[in-house]
């Protein structure tokens, strides 16, 4: 695995539980180690094809100094998230936030916290009976591409099957499909359903027919 870092940048914020950090604010360092299979850019030559270091730190700094919130754990996850999000060619983040002017009453180097973010295979099925049901798939996969956090990695063919659970309805197209994303398990689960529900998909009858359903198989 390549690795590409950013190491000890201080940036000035307003983080901290008590309401003194937040009004005078202090210095952070910010540590970004980023983890790629592959960097196109080796080879190249070209910026446009690895990550651009400016970019990177110019996302830290915004978030560092427009956030008010209180911990540093969600501090380095925020960051992690939008650096990730950032560059598709990224598998996985690590990101280092020390606070050495931390208002504890004694001798200490820094308070830190690294946190990681990184991207895993979702395996999902599809289905649905209603309708046009190749297309209405058709569409939620095109959805599921435009998403900006995810990558449709594999789909499947479809196949016809028989229902289960509620027999008078009609036979379904299902399939499935792997998704890559640094997206957490529930965050995922809310993505598809946001999906189901600009399709149409009702929730009447249990196991009942349906524009389309999307179901999280596996995902680790």
Do not use: W
């Amino acid at each position: 695995m390549n690795r590409i870092s950013l190491k000890q940048m201080k940036l000035f914020g307003h983080t901290g539980c008590l309401p003194e950090e937040k009004k005078n604010g202090q210095y952070f360092y910010v540590s970004i180690d980023m983890f790629c299979r592959e960097i196109p850019g080796t080879l190249t030559d070209d910026l446009n094809d690895t990550v651009n270091y400016a970019d990177v730190y110019e996302i830290a700094k915004k978030i560092v100094e427009e956030s008010d919130g209180n911990l540093i754990e969600h501090l380095a996850f925020v960051i992690g998230r939008a650096v990730i999000g950032k560059y598709g060619l990224i598998d996985s983040v690590r990101v280092l936030v020390r606070k050495p002017d931390a208002p504890i009453d004694g001798e200490f180097d820094a308070m830190e916290t690294e946190i990681s973010v990184s991207r895993k295979d979702v395996v999902i099925g599809f289905g649905g009976n209603m309708g046009d049901r190749e297309q209405i798939i058709n569409e939620a996969l095109d959805m599921i591409r435009a998403n900006p956090a995810f990558e449709l990695i594999k789909v499947s063919s479809l196949y016809e099957t028989e229902p289960v659970g509620y027999d008078d309805q009609g036979d379904f197209l299902n399939g499935c499909a792997v998704i890559r994303t640094y997206l957490e398990p529930v965050e995922v689960l809310h993505e598809l359903q946001r999906i189901e529900n600009e399709l149409h998909r009702v929730r009447t009858i249990k196991n009942g027919p349906r524009t389309i359903d999307l179901d999280i198989l596996l995902i680790p």
